[in-house]
């Protein structure tokens, strides 16, 4: 278990005391951080506006997020921890899921494209997952997905977050969930440490585009929810509850200290090319990779990663935030969330990404998803279809 401990500016202190005192501070620090996204109706339904406008036009306009465009510098080193006993919680609906056995594999319907809004007011996207949750109101995915590293400072959430589960080109199938509450390691929150680049946020009912209708100006006017104007005419949105997240595509299983050389399913929407310029994926449909997981540990200092567990894999961005699962049933299309994409390597040095990487998930990870899995976030369309404010 890694500790970032920073030193003192401006105290003169003995090596042992400054020591003992930072030992005493690391100790004291939570595991967890939480921080609120749109924490209130009136925030989600705006949120709801902005993707939805225009028959959901800044959904179909996002591109990739290619966070880890530039591979990074990996050196062997360091090495993952279990910090207890294994544990698991199953999926949704599940009692237990066998092992994958056959190659066609069918692609879980949790995954999806998490959208937000960078600091140049630009639409992004990238992957993530329904999780199994009390409320099944739960998302997973990696904490550069949800908070903004590029800023300066502590990271803050990214703006107007969604999740749309299986999405494709515009639709949103099963709705779109708006973001309630985002909670990660302490480390990544207030270090950036990809040591803890995992993060779940929960998030509201999912909300539906069941259509438009034209309404005089008065009308439009006076309507809460998505509308516009085409022609001189205008048009409102009509919504619907599309009720909670994991009741619509279910929830993958979670599991925590496990032993490394397991067979695990990796899932996402790689998109971006390779570092020679190849352009193999279209970041349009998800795509998958099996493999094993190794104990073989690669150091990179600029993101501070001492502890990640890496899979031999040819997944380019795009695909960061997508789960790997153990225990994959083809047939349930569930397993067990054992981490998720945080970086990308070319590790011979030819120009094509070779390696994926994840924080291992330990029981720090375990104690953060639990809290996170026990928080209700509630609804944001009545049942007239007026969104709530």
Known sequence: MKRILLPVAGTAVSAGLLAAGLAGTAQAAPDWATDPMAVNNAAAVSV????????????????????????????????????????????????????????NINLPRTIGKVFWVDA????????????????????????????????????KVLDK???????????????????????????????????????????????????????????????????????????IGLSRDAGRLGDNVGGQGFTWNQRTGQGVYVFGYPEAPHPDGDKPYTGVTPKWVYGKTTGKVYVSAAEKVEEHVGLKAALTPGADGG????????????????????????QDKNGRYDLITSAYFDGETADIYKRAANVWSGKIVGPNGELYK
């Open 48 to 103: 709801v506006d902005f993707w939805t406008a225009s028959n959901n036009a800044a959904l179909k306009k996002a591109t990739a997020y290619y966070h880890d465009d530039t591979p990074p510098t990996w050196k062997s080193g360091g090495g993952y921890s279990p910090d207890g006993k294994p544990g698991s919680v199953l999926p949704i609906g599940e009692e237990k899921a066998a092992p994958a056995t056959v190659k």
């Open 120 to 155: 140049g007011g630009r639409p992004k996207w990238a992957s993530a997952t329904s999780v199994q949750s009390k409320y099944r109101n739960l998302v997973v995915t990696a904490a550069h997905n949800v908070y903004d590293t590029a800023g300066t400072g502590d990271p």
């Open 161 to 235: 977050w969604v999740f749309v589960p299986a999405y494709y080109q515009g639709k949103a199938p099963f709705g779109i969930y708006v973001g309630k509450v985002a909670w990660t390691h302490y480390d990544f929150d207030v270090y950036e440490d990809y040591d803890r680049d995992y993060a779940f946020v929960t998030v509201y009912n999912g909300v539906l585009n069941n259509g438009k209708k034209q309404v005089t100006k008065s009308e439009y006017d006076g309507f809460s929810g998505p509308k516009w104007t085409e022609g001189g005419h205008y048009f």
């Open 323 to 346: 789960p790997w699962l153990v225990r994959y049933s083809n047939a349930k299309r569930l397993g067990y969330v054992n981490g998720v994409t945080s970086l990308f390597g070319d």
